[in-house]
């Protein structure tokens, strides 16, 4: 499916309204196509999210076919991180931590029901947070507990996509609205 | 390791603490070890635990007993189905019902099949955490194999809930038992691929053996279990002490070794992966007729008092105890994880040996998080 075609999603057409003159706009796609083309994901596995996660990096479902190959230990050399697993109050503040020592630009997957809402704990649990946007800002949402494979694959092609759509402004925008809230 | 401290850089005089964890790729998922070290040697480890405690225990006491299947998918999340089938059995022993033969042989069947997609998952990273990344494709191409028939049958692929108490969600799927059956045949011809990639290897037997010797005394003080107290020596398989669903009725040897040490706590889920094939075996051919599932009633009530009942999954001893006062939720549940307990002589193994000893050690252990912290 080719970029323009995809138009199942309103905050993509948001973005690409914001574009900027055909200059840059050229220049915005080398960089863009460059990318998008070199996701390194973070190790960062909390529960069964992981085990699927690293099933979709082994060789039926092969991550490495779209430039998603390197998983990085370090947040610092990580471009997106893929939250796979549920996060509690206590994990938290080391998921903000690790957000905020990967370098701009950085990306992030909420993988499976736990990162999203809560999932099967969103009620009588004390200890879940409700949802990982309350932590750090998500860019694509892969719904299942856990997803498949093949689902956090798409997703992953759906971020690709957000990618390409991004300009110089609207990345700016982007930096600015992640360090306003990190201080708060 | 008195020598070792004289010659270690510092003298043995300076402690160094370093903190592994909660996001290392190699403890696992969010464990954190704080690690004291003087040179390269460990003088201490303290686990810190807690990252992912979900409060499962909490949340069962306001669900019903179908509902509670569900979280415990998602404790030790390898051994799903083993999981599924303690809680089943326990409200089954308290309802006093009889299960048919059918049901039994089924959910033997799929527990063995769990037990060795764990397994396949503890060589595949096992291997990765001595820097053997092979093994990891090795040992994820095979997994998905067994993954397919739980698919197929159970409509999951690793968290398949497919117990419930009083049998089973829905029958097997047709082609069910040729496909175990083609799976067998296949996994007994890739299983020597895995030794002569890792078993035999060099440089993995100089960095396995001998290392973290937990003794048969250790093991039983502590209350150690599954694969871990086994390769000490200590026997302690519930399928064979306890005989549940239908392991009374099928031959088979527990796996024992008395070395204890982390090459024998391999070798052990080696050995095991082709004993549970031999179950299966045993069993795929003979699946009796009958219902799928016996017909309960809308609402399960267990009578007053206090159940236990104790299972055997991949990495050790379940324990589901529950007391119930008559209503349709739990009054209290407690699990008996066989994580939490084995994660206890994480500290004792390691001490002395060097710093990437004590992740082959934390490797062989074959911790889930989830399942330490609940």
């Given amino acids: 499916m080719r970029n323009e075609d995809f138009k199942d999603n309103e905050s993509l057409d948001l973005l690409r309204e914001s574009g900027a003159n055909i200059l840059l706009t050229s220049i915005d796609d080398v960089i863009n196509w460059g990318r998008k083309n070199s996701l390194w994901p973070l190790t960062f596995a909390t529960s069964c999210c992981g085990i699927e996660m690293m099933a979709t990096g082994a060789p039926r479902h092969d991550f490495a076919r779209f430039g998603m190959e390197v998983y990085r230990a370090s947040p610092r050399q990580a471009d997106v991180i893929v939250v796979a697993g549920t996060i509690v109050n206590k994990m938290a503040p080391v998921l903000r931590r690790l957000y905020d020592q990967m370098s701009e630009p950085k990306y992030v997957v909420a993988m499976g029901a736990c990162a999203i809402s809560g999932g099967p704990f969103f009620l009588n649990s004390y200890s879940v947070v409700k949802g990982v946007e309350h932590v750090i800002p998500v860019d694509v949402y892969v719904p299942g507990c856990p997803p498949r494979p093949e689902a956090l694959l798409y997703g992953m092609l759906q971020l690709q996509r957000k990618i390409e759509t991004e300009t110089i402004r609207s990345r700016k925008k982007r930096s600015a609205s992640h360090s306003e809230k990190k201080s708060q | ?374």
């Avoid at chain 2, 059995?89 to 063995?112: F, G, H, Q, S, W």
């Avoid at chain 2, 004590?358 to 074959?366: E, H, Q, R, T």
Wanted: net charge negative.
């Fill in chain 2, 1 to 374: 390791m008195e020598e070792h401290l004289k010659n270690s850089v510092t003298d043995g005089q300076e402690e160094y603490v370093l903190n592994i964890g909660p996001q290392h790729p190699s403890t696992h998922g969010v464990l954190r070890l704080v690690a004291s070290l003087r040179g390269e040697i460990v003088t201490n480890i303290e686990p810190h635990i807690g990252y992912i405690h979900r409060g499962i225990e909490k949340m069962c006491e306001s669900l019903t007993y179908p509902q509670i299947i569900h979280l415990t998918d998602r404790m030790d999340y390898l051994s799903a189905h083993i999981n599924n089938e303690a809680v089943c059995l326990n409200v089954e022993k308290a309802l006093e019902i009889d299960i048919p033969d059918r049901i039994k042989v089924i959910r033997t069947i799929m527990a063995e099949l769990t037990r060795i997609q764990s397994h396949q998952l503890f060589w595949a990273t096992f291997g990765m955490d001595l820097g053997g990344l092979t093994c990891f494709f090795y040992g994820l191409r095979d997994r998905e194999k067994v993954l397919d028939i739980f698919e197929e049958t159970c409509g999951g692929r690793m968290i398949v809930s497919y117990n419930c108490p009083g049998g089973l969600m829905h029958d097997i799927h047709p082609g069910f038992q040729k496909r175990v059956k083609e799976f067998i045949e296949y996994f007994r011809k890739t299983l020597p691929e895995y030794d002569q990639l890792l078993t035999g290897n060099v440089i993995f037997r100089e960095r396995t053996m001998g290392i973290g010797k937990l003794t048969l005394g250790e093991a039983i003080a502590h209350g150690i279990t599954g694969p871990t107290a086994r390769a000490s020596g200590f026997s302690c398989d519930v399928r064979k002490k306890e005989p549940y669903s239908a392991y009374d009725r099928i031959k088979f040897n527990e796996v024992l070794f008395t070395e204890g040490d982390t090459y024998h706590r391999y070798l052990v889920r080696m050995d095991e992966m082709r004993q549970s094939m031999d179950i299966i075996e045993q069993l795929i051919d003979n699946i009796p007729e009958g219902p799928y599932a016996v017909k309960m009633k809308p609402i399960i009530r267990l009578p007053e008092g206090e159940y236990y009942q104790r299972v055997e999954t991949a990495r050790g001893e379940l324990g589901v105890y529950i007391i119930s006062d008559g209503n349709k939720n739990p009054y209290r549940v407690k699990f008996r994880s066989p994580n939490f307990v084995n994660l206890s002589v994480l500290n004792m193994l390691s001490k002395g040996f060097k710093i990437a000893d004590l992740i082959a050690i934390s490797g062989s252990l074959d911790l889930i998080i989830p399942d330490i912290d609940r």
